[in-house]
């Protein structure tokens, strides 16, 4: 990906979907926030499908980093209006919050550290997200219990992860070293967890599995692909770009 370009990339994106949703408010005389869910689930399906095919093309290759750029976007914005609905009325969701604030982590974080192998690379705003997810997870998880007296199973298990992520982040900031020797793996760990949200979304959506088996199997899987990658690249000499 050139993150040079990505402020340009940045507005066309948002553009396209701010124009889509209100195209859709209108012809269908859909509310807004209906409107926003429709644009939010069509990207959520672009990004499951974009997203398979950028994890299974050769790493560096023009197919991966092209369906790559898409991913990103699509994703990012398909999180951003799930965010930006779980806070308005009727339809204030803490787990949905959490979700989205988690998955923006994992992409912009996966994104930005392509840069950890340049020399000199700034880290204030990986340390500034890193410190907003850990601390959004830990008070979004304190709302259940504090409020309603229970652990949220949603929230418990998601925040938990969302805060390893970020603890570990944050210790392997002052490394600068390790950072620049593992860039790759940083960045295939946080894009593969940004796209099990998506994969997340399909199986609760079409319920694949079951009750909470839909929300936590692609995690766990997610998990155990991030080892194996942690696994490979011991070996495995990565190019200088991806």
Known sequence: MNTLNI??????????????TLAISFLFNFRLVNAMIAIHVVLGSLAFIIGGVTLFSKKGSP???MSGKLFFWTM??????TLIVSTMPNHI???MFQISIMTLYFLIGGLRSILFK?????????????????????LIFLYSVVLYGEF???????????????????????K????????????????LAGYTTAITGFFVAQNILSGYFNWFTPTVVCL???????????????SSSL
């Open 7 to 20: 402020p340009k990339q940045t507005y066309i994106a948002m553009a396209l979907a701010i124009i889509l």
């Open 63 to 65: 197919l991966h980093k």
């Open 76 to 81: 990012t914005l398909s999180a951003v209006y």
């Open 93 to 95: 969701s803490p787990s």
């Open 118 to 138: 340049r020399p000199n690379h700034n880290l204030l705003i990986d340390k500034i997200m890193a410190y907003v997810v850990i601390i959004i997870s830990f």
């Open 152 to 174: 949220n199973p949603l929230r418990t298990v998601f925040g938990a992860v969302a805060i390893v992520f970020g603890t570990l982040d944050l210790w392997s900031f002052n």
């Open 176 to 191: 600068p070293k390790s950072l620049k020797k593992y860039w790759l793996l940083f960045h295939l760990s946080k894009m």
């Open 224 to 238: 155990i692909y991030i080892i194996f990658w942690t696994r490979k690249l011991k070996t495995f000499k990565p």
